[in-house]
């Protein structure tokens, strides 16, 4: 079976040899045996810029019966561009119902996850991101009956057990010449090294494999 993704720069594929910045997308097949993951996650892109630009009408005729097409987004859509922004509980749910009904026609079977957790601490709390997007996704996933992979839950609860300092390490804290793509170094609460696209990418499957949706994992 087949997996796409559609998502943001928190599930893209990136070049190692350009960046230490690794997207959760970009490990999924590692613990999905006789998957094949076809990642079309991409940085930037919020529900309403991924379908303007064309890019889900790119997975017509892809997708085979019981395929997996993974919709995770709301980073961008929370963004104050007026070609990414949308609103939780109008544009943003119209625009998921979009992708939901797209995998459907195709024969595939939609999945919706909540976005991955921000790295944010608040004298030693870690806090809630992400506001209404979350719960508006979770709310379509009841209504339209679709499998629901709640990442940001998951996601939030690996950042707040390694705490406040052990968490860096998930994230694109980076020092001065550490990474060629940042060569003055990066403080990033928002995207993942290997080490954090790892931990999440296996929960990822692990919920995948929970719900039946996928082969046992390894």
Not at 192 to 198: D, F, I, P, Q, W
Request: with cysteine.
């Amino acid at each position: 079976m087949n997996i796409f993704i559609c998502g943001d720069s928190t599930a893209q594929t990136y070049d190692p040899k350009e960046t230490l910045m690794v997207g959760w997308g970009q490990l999924l097949q590692d613990f999905l045996p006789g998957v094949r993951v076809l990642n079309h996650a991409m940085a930037g892109r919020s529900t309403k810029s991924f379908l303007a630009e064309g890019r889900l009408r790119r997975l017509e005729g892809l997708i085979r019966p019981g395929d997996l097409v993974l919709i995770q987004f709301a980073h961008n859509d929370e963004s104050d561009k007026p070609e990414r922004h949308t609103e939780p509980r109008t544009s943003y749910t119209e625009n998921l119902s979009v992708f939901v009904d797209f995998a459907r026609r195709q024969s595939g079977v939609p999945v919706l996850l909540t976005p991955i957790c921000m790295r944010v601490w608040a004298d030693g709390v870690l806090q809630e991101t992400h506001g209404e997007y979350k719960d508006a996704m979770r709310a379509l996933a009841r209504k339209a009956d679709v499998p629901l992979v709640d990442a940001y839950q998951d996601s939030f609860r690996i950042v707040e057990a390694a705490g406040e300092e052990g968490s860096k390490a998930f994230f694109m804290h980076v020092a001065k010449g550490e990474d060629p793509h940042y060569p003055d170094g990066l403080c990033d609460n928002a995207h993942t090294r290997r080490a954090g696209a790892l931990r999440f990418a296996e929960r990822i499957a692990g919920r995948l494999s929970g719900q039946g949706l996928v082969p046992e994992m390894r």
